[in-house]
């Protein structure tokens, strides 16, 4: 792992991967070995190509004119770490190009298999965009080859504040709808013959059918991790029918998480596992229940079946969306109240139209006929698209929720699967570490005092929330500290606030009874360090200031990262490089 910016730098390196981003492309590469670093080349580099330009096929060789850098850190202690994914990922570094890069080699014969695969995802994704014009085809073909990267940022928000934001991302749902397509399709063309459904195991034909075509589609797709474990929990389903055992049971769930904990114990921190898992327990857990508690209907008709298919997308959403939504609110640190409403309207154009006409699409694709399929798909997604637009413009939608603690969540979930694994009465005793680590979560004091790395983004909790000490230099851990203590605003409209009081020199707040000065210049030293109780400076103020209960400069945050303090009894100090650990992700620079 690169642990300090080098460059600019003349590199020779394999494409892994590449895919427009816009106006330019992000790369993955595999560069050679790096003149300075020698063996400590990081295995893989991502670039931003910020002009436009041809995208390199991937398995060729290219030459780049880049700047690297360390992968990013958290913007304060216990947030998302971007540097343990990378490292996972082997990629140790991360950066933009100058100019565009030059091709100097083809492909290697070992390496022709992924270009091919790569080039018939751009080459789908290009067909789709083609037939389908605009945001619904942009659309259209992330659901199909998984390329999201030019999705329209306005469509994102609308997702993700309506609680689709997970039909946008191939999971669980698509290679769920996926498999049973070709599955139910294959066994129902069997099935016209008697001569063959009668004397031939059809059903067991048409599993392994639908497992090839669920193969072909996460290869399509891109191989993500959601998809990849989708995939696993889909091929045990399909190898239960083969070996005539239930196809949908925790036992098949605990294998297919015992399998991926084995092959990529880095998942289980992964929020996409955590949600998928949460979500397919939940539901199997209902089934079971259902089974258990179901009475037969002596005459069923279609306003029966309409009902209880109504009634079905209802409770499973509410299932699925209790079951994640700790998970998200710790990732995320967001809420969507109108999630249940949003997927019973979307989920049967989802599931009757997008995704149907999505496989139609790519059987078809080879022989010229995905006209009709691509149009259908693409009337689909519109509709969509029209849902989570009106959902997401309901007050209330995508509330900002204040982030909670990972032992909170631990808590929460263990209760959760107490109630799904057991079947007796006892199960409801899981209610109480559910309402223990919510009420622990509600209650929870955030910090005081957040601190960045670069010492001149500050920020303290008055009365009236989150207020930044001047203009915050480093916008981005700005904006994710407001959204984790739950606020909406943006840096802009939270400077300053009643309790804070600031000069050419710096700073002064009052926080609790806590004198903290902010220092802009190295003259405010002196006076702060004889009357601040904390003093923080982005200037070396070590083995100077002695006063104050708490000294946080420039060397403290070179060494120590960021920081985030709480005045409570006692005073609780807690550093990013306290809370990653050492880690081969995490050396200090």
Same mark, same amino acid.
């Given at each position: 792992?690169?642990?300090?910016?080098?460059?600019?730098?003349?590199?020779?390196?394999?494409?892994?991967?590449? #895919?427009?981003?816009?106006?330019?492309?992000?790369?993955?590469?595999?560069?050679?070995?790096?003149?300075?670093?020698? #063996?400590?080349?990081?295995?893989?580099?991502?670039?931003?190509?910020?002009?436009?330009?041809?995208? &390199?096929?991937?398995?060729?060789? %290219?030459?780049?004119?880049?700047?690297?850098? &360390?992968? &990013? #850190?958290?913007?304060?202690? +216990?947030?998302?770490?971007?540097?343990?994914?990378?490292?996972?990922? /082997?990629?140790?570094?991360?950066?933009?190009?100058?100019?565009?890069?030059?091709?100097?080699?083809?492909?290697?014969?070992?390496?022709?298999?992924?270009?091919?695969?790569?080039?018939?995802?751009?080459?789908?994704?290009?067909?789709?965009?083609?037939?389908?014009?605009?945001?619904? +085809?942009?659309?259209? @073909?992330?659901?199909?080859?998984?390329?999201?990267?030019?999705?329209?940022?306005?469509? /994102?928000?609308?997702? !993700?504040?309506?609680?689709?934001?997970?039909? *946008?991302?191939?999971?669980?749902?698509?290679?769920? *709808?996926?498999?049973?397509?070709?599955?139910?399709?294959?066994?129902?063309?069997?099935?016209?013959?008697?001569?063959? =459904?009668?004397?031939?195991?059809?059903?067991?034909?048409?599993?392994?059918?639908?497992?090839?075509?669920?193969?072909?589609?996460?290869?399509?797709?891109?191989?993500?991790?959601?998809?990849?474990?989708?995939?696993?929990?889909?091929?045990?389903?399909?190898?239960?029918?083969?070996?005539?055992?239930?196809?949908?049971?925790?036992?098949?769930?605990?294998?297919?998480?015992?399998?991926?904990?084995?092959?990529?114990?880095?998942?289980?921190?992964?929020?996409?596992?955590?949600?998928?898992?949460?979500?397919?327990?939940?539901?199997?857990?209902?089934?079971?229940?259902?089974?258990?508690?179901?009475?037969?209907?002596?005459?069923?008709?279609?306003?029966?079946?309409?009902?209880?298919?109504?009634?079905?997308?209802?409770?499973?959403?509410?299932?699925?969306?209790? =079951?994640?939504?700790?998970?998200?609110?710790?990732?995320?640190?967001?809420?969507?109240?109108?999630?249940?409403?949003?997927?019973?309207?979307?989920?049967?154009?989802?599931?009757?139209?997008? $995704?149907?006409?999505?496989?139609?699409? $790519?059987?078809?694709?080879?022989?010229?006929?995905?006209?009709? &399929?691509?149009?259908?798909? +693409?009337?689909?997604?519109?509709?969509?698209?029209?849902?989570?637009?009106?959902?997401?413009?309901?007050?209330?939608?995508?509330?900002?929720?204040?982030?909670?603690?990972?032992?909170?969540?631990?808590?929460?979930?263990?209760?959760?699967?107490?109630?799904?694994?057991?079947?007796?009465?006892?199960?409801?005793?899981?209610?109480?570490?559910?309402?223990?680590?919510?009420?622990?979560?509600?209650?929870?004091?955030?910090? #005081?005092?957040?601190?960045?790395?670069?010492?001149?983004?500050?920020?303290?909790?008055?009365?009236?929330?989150? =207020?930044?000490?001047?203009?915050?230099?480093?916008?981005?851990? @700005?904006?994710?500290?407001?959204?984790?203590?739950?606020?909406?605003?943006?840096? =802009?409209?939270?400077?300053? +606030?009643?309790?804070?009081?600031?000069?050419?020199?710096?700073?002064?707040?009052?926080?609790?009874?806590?004198?903290? @000065?902010?220092?802009?210049?190295?003259?405010?030293?002196?006076?702060?360090?004889?009357?601040?109780?904390?003093?923080?400076?982005?200037?070396?103020?070590?083995?100077?200031?002695?006063?104050?209960?708490? %000294?946080?400069?420039?060397?403290?945050?070179?060494?120590?990262?960021?920081?985030?303090? !709480?005045?409570?009894?006692?005073?609780?100090?807690?550093?990013?490089?306290?809370?990653?650990?050492?880690?081969?992700?995490?050396?200090?620079?």
């Amino acid at each position: 792992v690169l642990t300090q910016r080098l460059g600019p730098l003349h590199l020779t390196a394999r494409v892994v991967g590449s #895919e427009p981003r816009g106006y330019g492309s992000r790369l993955l590469l595999e560069p050679s070995p790096i003149g300075r670093l020698g #063996e400590a080349t990081p295995k893989r580099i991502r670039l931003t190509v910020r002009s436009h330009s041809a995208v &390199p096929e991937p398995g060729g060789w %290219v030459e780049v004119l880049a700047i690297l850098m &360390p992968p &990013p #850190e958290p913007s304060m202690p +216990g947030d998302y770490d971007f540097g343990r994914w990378a490292y996972y990922q /082997q990629i140790g570094a991360v950066g933009y190009l100058y100019g565009v890069p030059q091709a100097v080699a083809p492909p290697r014969w070992n390496e022709i298999i992924l270009a091919r695969l790569e080039n018939l995802r751009g080459a789908m994704t290009a067909r789709v965009r083609q037939v389908v014009p605009g945001r619904d +085809g942009v659309i259209s @073909a992330a659901l199909i080859t998984g390329q999201r990267v030019d999705i329209d940022p306005t469509d /994102q928000t609308a997702f !993700r504040d309506s609680g689709l934001m997970h039909v *946008l991302s191939i999971s669980g749902l698509h290679l769920a *709808l996926a498999g049973g397509f070709f599955f139910w399709t294959i066994r129902a063309f069997f099935a016209l013959f008697p001569s063959i =459904a009668l004397n031939h195991p059809i059903k067991k034909w048409a599993a392994i059918g639908a497992l090839v075509g669920s193969t072909f589609y996460l290869l399509i797709s891109g191989c993500e991790a959601p998809a990849v474990r989708s995939w696993v929990m889909l091929a045990i389903m399909f190898a239960a029918v083969l070996v005539d055992r239930p196809a949908l049971s925790m036992r098949a769930v605990a294998f297919a998480a015992a399998l991926i904990v084995l092959i990529t114990p880095e998942n289980v921190l992964d929020p996409g596992c955590q949600m998928s898992f949460a979500a397919v327990i939940g539901l199997i857990a209902l089934a079971e229940w259902s089974a258990a508690h179901r009475v037969e209907q002596e005459r069923k008709s279609w306003l029966r079946g309409a009902w209880n298919y109504v009634v079905g997308i209802c409770v499973t959403s509410i299932i699925a969306g209790l =079951a994640t939504a700790p998970i998200s609110i710790f990732h995320f640190d967001r809420a969507s109240p109108f999630g249940i409403l949003a997927n019973l309207a979307a989920l049967p154009v989802v599931g009757v139209v997008i $995704m149907p006409a999505a496989v139609a699409a $790519m059987v078809l694709m080879p022989f010229g006929l995905d006209y009709w &399929p691509l149009v259908a798909m +693409g009337k689909g997604v519109a509709v969509m698209m029209a849902i989570a637009h009106w959902v997401a413009a309901l007050p209330g939608a995508g509330t900002v929720v204040p982030g909670w603690s990972g032992w909170c969540v631990a808590v929460v979930m263990a209760g959760g699967l107490w109630i799904a694994l057991w079947r007796r009465p006892w199960r409801w005793l899981g209610l109480a570490p559910i309402a223990l680590g919510i009420g622990f979560a509600v209650l929870a004091e955030p910090p #005081e005092l957040l601190v960045a790395r670069d010492g001149r983004t500050v920020a303290v909790r008055l009365g009236n929330g989150l =207020a930044f000490v001047g203009s915050p230099a480093d916008r981005y851990a @700005a904006e994710n500290w407001l959204r984790r203590a739950g606020d909406e605003r943006l840096p =802009a409209q939270a400077i300053g +606030g009643n309790g804070m009081h600031c000069d050419d020199l710096g700073c002064v707040a009052h926080v609790h009874g806590v004198v903290i @000065a902010v220092d802009m210049r190295a003259e405010a030293l002196t006076e702060d360090c004889a009357t601040a109780d904390v003093v923080v400076s982005s200037s070396d103020a070590h083995g100077f200031c002695v006063g104050p209960k708490l %000294v946080i400069d420039r060397r403290n945050l070179m060494t120590n990262g960021a920081y985030a303090v !709480r005045f409570s009894t006692p005073w609780t100090v807690e550093t990013m490089v306290q809370q990653r650990g050492q880690r081969p992700w995490s050396a200090p620079p």
